[in-house]
C-alpha cells in the first residue's frame, strides 16, 4: 500500500498535465450526459424568440394605479419574511448545537442532521400548501412556512460556525468543569454570534423573495396579488409589483450587505 501511494505520488508530480487533461475529459464527459438527459431542442429555442418578445411587451408599461397595492402587499410580505426568520432563527440554534460534532454526543448529531436533511428535502411550495391547509389562505401560512423553511439552512450555517470555533477555548471550560450548557454560553455563542447574525440577514433577505414565491399557493404577500394579476393576464400590474419588488430587494440587499460586512470584521 505504502509503495501504491509513493508510485502515485511520483506519478501526479512527473505527469501532472497528464492527470489534468483526465480530469477535464471526465468533467466534458458528465456534462455532455447532463445535456443529453435534458434533450434540450436548440431550434425550438430558436423558433420561440418571437413568443418570448410578445410576452415580455404586454408587460410594459407598468400600471402604477395599483402602487397602492403593491406597497400594502409589499409590506405584509416584509412583516412575513421578519417573523419567519426570527422564529426560524430561534428553532435552529438548539438543532445547530445538538448537530455539531465538537459539542454533542455522535448519536444526537445523527437524529439532528437527519432532522436538518428532511426539512431541507421539502420544497418551500409544499410547506405553503400544507400550512394553507392547516391554517387557511393568507399571511399566517406563509409565516410559518417560512419559519420551517428558515430552519433547514440557518441550522446548517450555525453548525458550520460552531464546528470552526476555537477547540482551545472549549477544552479549558471542560477542564475547569463547565456543563454543557456553560460550554455553549461562554465559550461557543461569544465567538459564532457576529457569523451568525449575518447568516441571518442573509436568510431575512432570502425569505423576502421566498415569500414572493410563497404566495402563488395563496401563503400572503406579494405573491398572491402577483399571481392573481397573472391568471387574470393583467399583465402590467404584474409588472408594477415586481418593480415594487425588485427595488425594495436591492435597498435590504445593500443594507444587509453593509450589515454583514461589518458583523464579519467583528469576528
Do not use: C
Request: charged fraction near 10%; proline fraction near 4%.
Amino acid at each position: 500500500m505504502k509503495n501504491l501511494t509513493l508510485l502515485w505520488s511520483n506519478f501526479w508530480n512527473r505527469y501532472t498535465w497528464i492527470v489534468r487533461l483526465i480530469i477535464l475529459a471526465i468533467i466534458i464527459v458528465i456534462y455532455r450526459w447532463a445535456l443529453s438527459g435534458l434533450q434540450v431542442d436548440f431550434g425550438l429555442l430558436k423558433d420561440s424568440y418571437p413568443y418570448i418578445v410578445d410576452f415580455i411587451s404586454r408587460l410594459f408599461p407598468p400600471n402604477l394605479s395599483v402602487l397602492d397595492i403593491a406597497i400594502k402587499a409589499l409590506i405584509e410580505t416584509i412583516q412575513m419574511s421578519l417573523w419567519g426568520t426570527t422564529i426560524g432563527a430561534i428553532i435552529s440554534l438548539p438543532i445547530a448545537i445538538a448537530s455539531s460534532r465538537n459539542i454533542a454526543p455522535q448519536w444526537l448529531r445523527w437524529l439532528a442532521n437527519l432532522l436538518q436533511n428532511a426539512v431541507r428535502s421539502v420544497p418551500s411550495i409544499v410547506l405553503g400548501l400544507l400550512f394553507v391547509a392547516a391554517t387557511g389562505l393568507g399571511a399566517p401560512a406563509g409565516m410559518l412556512a417560512l419559519s420551517i423553511y428558515t430552519v433547514g439552512y440557518l441550522a446548517k450555517f450555525y453548525q458550520e460556525a460552531i464546528e470552526a470555533v476555537n477547540p482551545r477555548s472549549l477544552e479549558s471550560l471542560r477542564v475547569i468543569g463547565a456543563s454543557p450548557s456553560q460550554i455553549a454560553q461562554y465559550g461557543i455563542l461569544p465567538q459564532i454570534l457576529p457569523l451568525s447574525l449575518g447568516y441571518t440577514l442573509w436568510m431575512f433577505e432570502y425569505n423576502i423573495r421566498a415569500a414572493s414565491v410563497l404566495g402563488v399557493v395563496g401563503a400572503g404577500g406579494i405573491g398572491f396579488q402577483l399571481k392573481s394579476y397573472i391568471d387574470g393576464f393583467e399583465y402590467t400590474k404584474a409588472t408594477t409589483m415586481m418593480l415594487v419588488l425588485l427595488v425594495v430587494v436591492t435597498i435590504i440587499d445593500a443594507i444587509s450587505s453593509q450589515l454583514r460586512h461589518r458583523l464579519e470584521s467583528m469576528s
